[in-house]
């Protein structure tokens, strides 16, 4: 029986709020901004969110489910795209620290663990882009974290 995080991003099922993944993809760059429970479903993690702690944690079933699901791939790759339009139009997070940041490490380790590490360092590399072109201002710290959720 898939888990209601599976059947969320498969497109079939909704988040806690009752949200859809197609509905989260089409929030408004200013809701994606300000809303901060999308991002962990969007992108699970297997711990706990620190930020959102009753989000819900990938386990292993959920990994090999979502692999495996076409769906599900395709509409994390949606997911991924959407949130490099998000930070490509609003570049307020290239400076030393901001809680976007956060999301791209969060992004960068799901993708790596659901649909791929060529995904996440394709993920990464368009971020590190975006930083190097604005004379890198995100605090180094923070591109180690990059750097570190999917390694080379």
Known sequence: MASQLHTFLAG???DHRARTVVDILALSDARLETVHDYIQWLFPLPERSGAQPDAPVLTPEDIAAIRYDSAAQANLRA???RMLVFLRANPHWLRAHDHNH???SRIIRSLALLVGSD???AFRSAI???NKEAGS???PG???YWQQACPD
């Open 12 to 14: 079939t099922g909704t």
């Open 128 to 130: 590190m882009a975006m």
């Open 137 to 139: 201002p995100v605090d």
């Open 119 to 121: 995904e996440a360092r």
């Open 102 to 104: 956060l999301r791209i």
């Open 79 to 81: 997911a991924t795209e």
């Open 142 to 144: 923070n591109v180690r």
